[in-house]
């Protein structure tokens, strides 16, 4: 843990905001910065994983993106129908 002093001294880019894709967030001031972790949490089958993902592929900055709920083939299908404007279904 840092002193506030430490903190001001070593942050360099810690906290400055992150690219936003999502306009409706934009509207609510709602922020990712960088270094701080951000959670999305709602109930099951609410579009969390689909929500993080549109995040990755359109956030303009290299992420890592991990989901423990989905297999390869559902993350793959997701992505390549985002990027393509392609139906999930049909991409399967």
């Known amino acids: 843990m840092y002193s506030l002093v430490q903190s001001a001294r070593i942050k360099g880019a810690?906290?400055?905001?992150?690219?936003?894709?999502?306009?409706?967030?934009?509207r609510l001031d709602v922020e990712f910065r960088r270094g701080?972790?951000?959670l999305a949490a709602a109930g099951p089958g609410t579009g969390k994983s689909l929500f993080a993902l549109n995040l990755a592929l359109y956030g303009?900055?290299?992420?890592?993106?991990?989901?423990?709920?989905?297999?390869?083939?559902?993350?793959?299908?997701?992505?390549?129908?985002?990027?393509t404007g392609e139906n999930v279904r049909d991409v399967k």
């Open 60 to 83: 303009s900055m290299p992420v890592m993106y991990w989901s423990a709920d989905s297999n390869a083939t559902t993350q793959l299908s997701r992505a390549t129908a985002m990027l």
């Open 36 to 38: 701080e972790f951000s």
């Open 14 to 26: 810690a906290g400055e905001p992150i690219p936003n894709p999502s306009r409706a967030l934009q």
